[in-house]
């Protein structure tokens, strides 16, 4: 049982003046799927690797469950980590691979054997016990590493990119494999990946991070539906939120010929005289071609994903050509060269200061 606590963790790596991570502040329940994402640099794996005890913390603190763990050394953290490289011993067979920790540990062969023999059955790997890792697929390696973390019951699991060396579809499975098994488990656990599609299936709740920044720490629904800046508006989704900066308007902001709704609260914390509007591409409803509501878009690509179709396209808003992105149904694909009406689906519309950043409407 463990909840882990990052308590304005801060990691400034020594010659620099900028700090990493810069006060994280994050509560992680006991038993969560957390998962931290940002782009390359953020700090994601400086953020784990504070708290499996790699790196040292420069300020604030960093607990798990009720201990303050902030300046122990890795081994007395009761974690497990799993690296994006899994570096398997190769001349050990799997069960050894697996048992590895625990032989360290000073653990009786009986008990190491019966320990390795239930998590090869969680990870379905039984078979493979006595095979030596190079005659295993990249999957298969990647449950033996999972396997070694789960052999030592840690209070944390810790995770970073553990999916990267795997193709796209065993990528697909494995993160349904992992998330279930962490279900299962029940065991806390802290996963890094640059991936938002991964971060939004697999977490309970997905932490954005920005140059160091914490963005947001959120569910995956509330991430998506209410992105709290225009970078996680950005970051989250794909194609990414349309983003336009428009004119504010009477009763809220005007997006071509429509007014997007905004409540007078929020466009008064802001003096900007244009605010940025976001759009999901789902989120357009297509209009009849005489229609004197939203935008007209010129499709320049049609990406067909069979079920549905992205259009690529490009409107005049506010006398300026702006590029958009539009769902439309995989049977009602518009010509390359023709023209769609779009008007933005009431409620659906996002608004953003586009000099903070900070989220306008509620
Ligand atoms: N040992 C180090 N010494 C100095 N700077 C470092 C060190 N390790 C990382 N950094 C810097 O700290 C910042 C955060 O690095 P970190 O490895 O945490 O990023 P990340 O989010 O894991 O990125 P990626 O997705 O590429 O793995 C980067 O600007 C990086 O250059
Ligand atoms: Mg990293």
């Known amino acids: 049982m463990a909840t882990v606590t990052f308590d304005k963790?801060?990691?400034?790596?020594?010659?620099?003046?900028?700090?990493?991570v810069d006060a994280l502040d994050i509560e992680i329940a006991d038993g969560e799927f957390l998962v931290l994402v940002g782009p390359s640099g953020c700090g994601k794996s400086t953020s784990l690797r504070m708290l499996a005890g790699l790196e040292d913390v420069n300020g604030g603190a960093i607990r798990i469950g009720d201990r303050d763990v902030t300046h122990l050394p890795p081994k007395d953290r009761?974690?497990?980590?799993?690296?994006q490289n899994y570096a398997l011993y190769p001349h050990m067979t799997v069960a050894d691979n697996m048992g590895f920790a625990l032989k360290i540990a000073g653990v009786n062969k009986a008990e190491i054997r019966k320990k390795v023999e239930e998590a090869a059955k969680i990870l379905d790997l039984t078979e493979y016990l006595d095979r030596k890792p190079k005659a295993l697929s990249g999957g298969q390696r990647q449950r033996v590493a999972m396997g070694r973390a789960i052999v030592r019951e840690p209070q944390v699991f810790l995770m970073d990119e553990p999916l990267s060396n795997l193709d796209a579809k065993l990528r697909v499975s494995t993160r349904t494999?992992?998330?279930?098994?962490?279900?299962r488990l029940g065991i806390t656990t802290v996963y890094v990946?640059?991936?938002?599609?991964?971060?939004?299936?697999?977490?309970?709740?997905?932490?954005?991070?920005?140059?160091?920044?914490?963005?947001?720490?959120?569910t995956p629904r509330n991430m998506y539906d209410k992105p709290a800046?225009?970078?996680?508006?950005?970051?989250?989704?794909?194609?990414?939120?349309n983003l336009v900066e428009v004119p504010v308007a009477d009763g809220g902001v005007k997006f071509g010929n429509s007014v997007v709704p905004v409540e007078r609260d929020a466009l008064s914390?802001?003096?900007?005289?244009?605010?940025?509007v976001g759009v999901r591409p789902e989120h357009f409803d297509v209009a009849g071609a005489d229609s004197d509501q939203g935008?007209?878009?010129v499709v320049n690509v049609v990406e067909e994903l069979g079920s549905d179709a992205f259009v690529y396209g490009t409107a005049q808003i506010g006398g300026e050509a702006k590029d958009l992105v539009v769902r439309v149904g995989g049977r009602d694909v518009p010509e390359k060269g023709?023209?769609?009406?779009?008007?933005?689906?009431?409620?659906?519309?996002?608004v953003f200061s586009t000099s903070t950043g900070a989220r306008l409407s509620d």
């Open 338 to 350: 023709s023209t769609l009406h779009v008007v933005p689906r009431p409620g659906e519309t996002h």
């Open 9 to 20: 963790a801060t990691r400034i790596y020594p010659g620099s003046t900028k700090p990493a």
């Open 177 to 183: 494999q992992i998330a279930s098994l962490q279900r």
């Open 295 to 297: 935008v007209a878009v």
């Open 193 to 218: 990946t640059h991936d938002q599609v991964e971060a939004l299936t697999m977490g309970d709740r997905v932490a954005v991070l920005k140059d160091g920044l914490l963005q947001q720490v959120d």
């Open 78 to 83: 009761d974690i497990a980590m799993v690296f």
């Open 269 to 276: 914390s802001t003096s900007d005289k244009n605010v940025t």
């Open 229 to 241: 800046n225009l970078f996680v508006a950005g970051f989250i989704g794909s194609p990414a939120m």
